[in-house]
């Protein structure tokens, strides 16, 4: 059984020694952006490999491109591979924060050709809570080659969003908090707003009060009702970076929508051109 959404700590649990099966530890903090790394040193998931946002999910920052660019395929998959990661691996992702940055691994492997990943529902907190085990040790790895199969068409760019302005698609839908959507409260971007026409759904929106996701029936509802008569394909994400928006991306595919984009440089690299258009 492949899982492509997400996965739960027994599941999880019962996979532990599977050979075949790969956890990454993806856990994250915006401002303390060394704070995953030394929580992981600490302890983990056993077996579980380090994968950090900055260093390994992006690109070098020109200034233009936003927060978290997306890094070129080749070295993405060649960090896949040095984690051990190939085709034939089943891969889980997890975080501390309800797969806000587990979510960004899981897209990223699936533009780059691979459906058996899946976020651990509840995430760390949820691994403790079913006490099942942690330890700080660092697992051996054996290096490992991923063919890729990039999904150009999964992502999207600021010249394709600027040129469908006016147009009936692609909705586009914004996963920051609502303050940060009107334009209030602006800690990470130097401009506040949103790009015209897009609907708000903050990523949290999601999530159970456990900081596990919603069932599927209430997702779809939910998301039914954002969309109107918009296919899933006509939807793209977006975020503050890139990251989050993913969330939003995962939940559609919980849900059964299928389909839908990702604005990667998001809001960080909309307003990061005066000349592009902003609305609060």
């Known amino acids: 059984m492949r ?36 929580a992981y040193a600490q302890a983990h998931i056993p077996g579980a490999r380090f994968v950090h946002l900055d260093e390994d999910l992006s690109a070098p920052l020109t200034g233009r491109n936003g927060r978290h660019p997306l890094p070129d395929p080749a070295k993405f998959v060649a960090r896949l591979g040095a984690l051990g990661i190939h085709n034939g691996k089943q891969v889980v992702a997890y975080d501390a924060t309800g797969g806000a940055y587990a979510a960004r691994l899981w897209w990223m492997l699936r533009w780059v050709g691979h459906e058996a990943i899946a976020a651990l529902d509840g995430g760390w907190d949820a691994w403790l809570a079913a006490t099942h085990p942690i330890t700080d040790q660092l697992p051996p790895i054996t290096a490992a080659r991923f063919n890729m199969r990039v999904r150009n068409d999964a992502a999207l760019d600021s010249e394709f969003i600027l040129s469908s302005r006016g147009k009936p698609v692609p909705l586009l839908l914004d996963a920051r908090g609502a303050d940060r959507f009107r334009g209030e409260n602006e800690a990470l971007d130097p401009v506040g707003g949103h790009i015209p026409g897009a609907v708000n759904r903050f990523f949290r929106h999601n999530l159970d009060v456990d900081a596990k996701f919603k069932p599927p029936t209430t997702l779809r509802q939910e998301f039914d009702e ?28 919980i849900a ?12 960080s690299e909309w307003c990061s051109d005066p000349s592009r258009p902003i609305e609060r």
């Open 3 to 38: 899982y492509t959404t997400l996965v739960s700590v027994s599941d999880l649990a019962a996979h532990l020694n599977d050979p075949d099966w790969i956890v990454c530890d993806c856990r994250h903090d915006l401002v303390k952006t060394d704070a995953g790394r030394s």
């Open 226 to 253: 954002l969309l109107g008569n918009n296919a899933p394909g006509n939807v793209a994400h977006y975020c503050g970076s890139g990251v989050t928006a993913c969330h939003n991306l995962l939940a559609m595919e």
């Open 256 to 267: 059964g929508l299928c389909g839908s984009r990702l604005y990667a440089g998001s809001w």
